[in-house]
């Protein structure tokens, strides 16, 4: 893993600096189920460039969250695993999920 240079000094904002991001939020929330072709995730972030995809799976990969492994033949086959680093933002994802189903429901209940 390539450490980043002058990460802050907030763990919280060293967190919002690797995730801060909508879509690799998404990305973690695919992979944790599992390893994943460029489609495959492509095809479930709706609305995602092919451009800002790349982006952030190459970036992802440097900052050690994922790994790419790409296949010798024709057509190219790239797939994309989470690293044990990467695996470790379950607790982050599922903290997420909780709190916006409890939101959802919340809304519910208030506009019902």
């Known amino acids: 893993m390539q450490?980043?240079?002058?990460?802050?000094?907030?763990?919280?904002?060293?967190?919002?600096?690797l995730m801060g991001d909508k879509w690799k939020v998404l990305i973690v929330?695919?992979?944790?189920?599992?390893?994943?072709?460029?489609?495959e995730l492509k095809k479930s972030l709706n609305g995602i460039s092919q451009k800002?995809?790349?982006s952030h799976l190459r970036t992802m990969e440097k900052n050690g969250?994922?790994?790419r492994?790409?296949?010798?033949?024709?057509?190219?086959?790239?797939?994309?695993?989470l690293t044990?680093?990467?695996?470790?933002?379950?607790?982050?994802?599922?903290?997420?999920l909780d709190w916006g189903k409890n939101y959802q429901y919340?809304?519910?209940t208030t506009i019902n």
């Open 52 to 54: 800002v995809l790349t």
């Open 3 to 17: 450490a980043i240079e002058n990460l802050p000094p907030c763990p919280v904002e060293t967190t919002l600096l």
């Open 65 to 67: 969250l994922i790994t």
């Open 84 to 96: 044990e680093v990467g695996e470790s933002l379950k607790q982050v994802h599922d903290a997420m």
């Open 69 to 81: 492994k790409v296949y010798a033949q024709v057509p190219p086959k790239v797939e994309y695993t």
């Open 29 to 39: 929330r695919d992979l944790l189920s599992g390893t994943k072709r460029f489609g």
């Open 106 to 108: 919340q809304c519910n």
